[in-house]
Structures are given as C-alpha cells and as structure tokens.
C-alpha cells in the first residue's frame, strides 16, 4: 500500500498520559498535514509541514500538542497529559511538491477514559 | 471558517445519479472546487477537483457554472457504498494551505 499510513490505528489511553501518533506520508511528498476529527463534525486543521518545517499551526493545536517531521519524512504528533475532550480521530495527509490534491490517511482513533 | 455551502442530507435511490450541489459565491480567481467523501470511521477520500471547465473521471463528474459561483458533483450510478459525507470545499491549488472543511452533505443511498 503506497498510501498515508497512520499507527496505531486505535489507541485508549487514561486521562493524564501522554499519547503518541505516527504518520508515514506518501513517498516523495514534502507536505503534511495533521487534523482532528469529533464524531458529527468535519475535520479540523491542526498544522502544516513543508519538508522539516512546521509553517501553520491552527488555535486548536493548544500547548499539550507537539508535531514534529525531524526528517522531512514521517511525522509524529504528541498529546500530552490527555484529557477526555482530546478523544478524537487524527487524520494525516500529505501532498506532493507539484501536485494539487491532499491525500488523507485512514486515520488514528484516541479514546482517553 | 469553510467558504461553501451545501445541504445538510440528501437522499437518492441506488442506481440513479447523484446531484449534489455546493455554493461558493466568494470564490476567487485562483481557487479551485474539490470534493472529497468521507465513509464512516475511515479519512477523506479525494474524488476529484476543478478550476473553470467541467471535469470527469472514473468516480464521478464535476459541474462548475460560468460565474463559478456553484457547482455540482454528479455520481452517475450511484451504488450503496456511495453513502457517505461529501464535502466540497475551495482552496487555492498551488498554495500549502490546508483543506478547510465544513459539515458536508450526508448523502444516503437506498435499495
């Protein structure tokens, strides 16, 4: 599968610990996106890489919320001291240099208890 | 905030065409009209965009008026697994920015 690959795919965490996600974008594409998703609403912009750079960060991304891409390749997202309200689905997506169209992954599902 | 407009549900009945429509009347010169779906507990799928002309492939078909103001994704033959969320959604096609996404249309597809 040459798709957006995203682990884990579920994750149920308590409140307080500090969740980790991983995103694989298509090969050769140097921009990445994350999102959250709620259940009943769109998903909703997190932040932007072009390469290694982190060039967007959205309100949402509040400060328990880090993303890096070290490499200009994958890209981890990390949610510290978790709350019930960060149970969510995060999407990643990438896009090639020259191409027009996002490409999403399947997404990871946090659930914090 | 999402810059189109699209009904919240529609229904149709399985092997007729889809017409789902999307208002974008502040859309500027450089942007383009994409379409993505979303099935159930799985990441937006790409269906297909477009600047000015009308644009087909293999999933669907793409009707943007003159004024560029509206346009509407046509699904042909539409099967039960085209139930979905079909967002529409107007972005600059070079730029780096991402998708902004609203509520969609919740299109459900009977037998």
């Known amino acids: 599968d040459t798709g957006v690959s995203q682990d884990p795919r579920h994750k149920i965490t308590k409140r307080g610990q500090n969740v980790t996600f991983r995103c694989d974008p298509i090969?050769?594409?140097?921009?990445l996106y994350w999102y959250r998703q709620t259940l009943g609403q769109g998903p909703e912009f997190l932040t932007y890489?072009?390469?290694?750079?982190?060039?967007?960060k959205s309100r949402l991304l509040s400060d328990r919320f880090s993303a890096e891409r070290p490499k200009g390749s994958f890209s981890t997202l990390e949610i510290q001291r978790t709350e019930q309200g960060d149970s969510a689905m995060y999407l990643c997506?990438?896009?090639?240099?020259?191409?027009?169209?996002?490409?999403f992954g399947e997404g990871s599902w946090l659930t914090v208890v | 905030d999402a810059k189109t407009t699209q009904p919240t549900s529609m229904d149709c009945a399985e092997g007729r065409a889809a017409n789902l429509p999307c208002n974008h009347s502040?859309?500027?010169?450089?942007?383009?009209v994409y379409w993505y779906r979303q099935i159930h507990s799985q990441g937006p799928q790409y269906i297909i965009h477009?600047?000015?002309n009308n644009e087909t492939n293999e999933m669907a078909s793409l009707i943007i008026t003159e004024d560029r103001k509206s346009s509407t994704l046509i699904l042909p033959h539409a099967t039960l697994r085209d139930t979905a969320v079909y967002y529409c959604?107007?972005?600059?096609?070079?730029?780096?920015?991402?998708?902004?996404f609203g509520k969609g249309t919740t299109l459900s597809v009977s037998s």
């Open positions: 997506a990438s896009r090639s240099r020259s191409g027009n169209t996002i490409y």
């Open positions: 090969s050769e594409h140097n921009r």
């Open positions: 890489f072009q390469n290694e750079a982190q060039l967007e």
């Open positions: 502040t859309i500027s010169g450089n942007e383009y």
């Open positions: 477009g600047l000015k």
């Open positions: 959604i107007v972005r600059e096609g070079q730029a780096g920015t991402a998708l902004i």
